[in-house]
């Protein structure tokens, strides 16, 4: 049976270059959506756009005294402001929602 879910979402771990990871929860758009981030402006600005609209929480993440952060803009915004955690989210979701597709 397929059932063809209105708001379809997938979780996945993203390990870091120095080792560290965290997860991210991120919300499938149709590909037209998606296309439209690239439309106009710079690649970089589409992907920022692009994940401000997908990633819909951020887990396993703790602050400098090692508590846990609560999922908020202010923490995605400092995530897609390192270029090395930035992309792992974008390919995480590239690889993740191909996948998510397929099994719905």
Same mark, same amino acid.
Do not use: C, W
């Given at each position: ?13 993203? /390990?870091? +270059? ?17 296309? $439209? ?5 710079? $690649? ?6 692009? *994940? #401000?609209?997908?990633? +819909?929480? *951020?887990?396993? +993440? +703790?602050?400098?005294?090692? /508590?846990? *952060?609560?999922?908020? /803009? ?15 989210? *974008?390919? /995480?979701? #590239?690889?993740? #929602? ?7």
């Amino acid at each position: 049976m397929f059932n063809i879910a209105q708001d379809r979402r997938f979780t996945e771990t993203i /390990t870091t +270059v120095d080792g560290q990871s965290f997860t991210a929860t991120y919300l499938i758009l149709p590909d037209e959506d998606i296309e $439209a981030f690239f439309e106009d402006g710079p $690649a970089e600005t589409g992907i920022k756009e692009l *994940l #401000r609209r997908v990633v +819909v929480d *951020l887990g396993d +993440v +703790v602050g400098p005294d090692k /508590t846990p *952060l609560a999922f908020s /803009t202010e923490l995605l915004e400092q995530f897609l402001g390192r270029a090395d955690l930035r992309h792992g989210l *974008l390919t /995480t979701y #590239r690889t993740g #929602r191909i996948g998510a597709q397929l099994g719905n």
